[in-house]
């Protein structure tokens, strides 16, 4: 385990009531309406952690906290992506995120009367500037991706991914630079 980890219990007192005003922030955001874009963006910035100037952020959008999330300026998030955010997840500037993506900074026991417990660890995830994140992807707890990176759609990210790089699969590997 890193520094930079840390363990938790999933199920804690007040855990529900937490969840729930969660669930009401995401209903405002994937089902609420805006007056302009500007309103929507505001609300953002007080759910999220950090939001950036210029974000073009699609529906339906998941998250578990939202105050983990930090987001640069011009960064695309498209529809049907879910941030496991129990630790920071910071986007860097203009990257784009396609359909379907899944970021997940928590991780589970391998003992199974640990995982009984619910309880687990969490590890911050780095994406850098200008990455395109294609459709599908995993990102798993802990990595960074470096600035200039392509991720090839319906790739799994177990590993740090260097700047300028293009990669793809499962696991995702580097395949070629930029």
Known sequence: MTDEQRVFTLKY???FEKRQAVREQ???INNGWWE????????????FGSLGDDPYILE??????????HIGNGVFINSNVTFIDAAPIEIGD??????????????????AAERRGFHCSA????????????ANCTVFPGISIGDNVIIGANSVVNR???SNSVAFGAPAKVRRSL
């Open 60 to 69: 339906p959008l998941s998250f578990v906290s939202g105050k983990n999330l």
């Open 94 to 111: 203009h990257t784009m995120i396609a359909p379907g993506c899944v970021f997940t900074t928590v991780n589970h026991p391998q003992d």
């Open 36 to 47: 302009s874009e500007e309103e929507r963006n505001d609300y953002l910035r007080s759910v």
């Open 26 to 28: 995401l209903d405002k």
């Open 123 to 134: 590890a911050p995830i780095r994406i850098g500037s200008d990455v395109w994140i294609g």
């Open 160 to 162: 740090d991914i260097p």
């Open 13 to 15: 007192p007040g855990w």
